[in-house]
């Protein structure tokens, strides 16, 4: 996400509460949200790659497989 983008999307929503926005400035904001979110998950999902789970049994196993096995 590069910095035009975050003040984009800052200036949208300060416009907002400020006097409100255009149907076309909603769209704007919707799809840069859905952007911005779409990478924050991506971030968040390579952070969990990197996170390890240790087990009772004294195993260590990454989290997305100890949490797939709860879950199961």
């Not at 509460?17 to 991506?42: F, M, N, P, W």
């Not at 390890?52 to 990454?62: C, F, I, L, M, Y």
């Amino acid at each position: 996400m590069d910095k035009q983008m975050l003040n984009r999307i800052n200036e949208l929503a300060r416009k907002k509460r400020e006097q409100g926005l255009t149907d076309e400035e909603q769209r704007e904001q919707k799809q840069l949200y859905s952007v911005y979110l779409s990478e924050i998950r991506a971030q968040f999902d390579g952070t969990l790659d990197n996170v390890s789970v240790k087990q009772a049994d004294g195993r260590t196993v990454p989290f997305k497989d100890a949490y797939r096995k709860k879950n199961q």
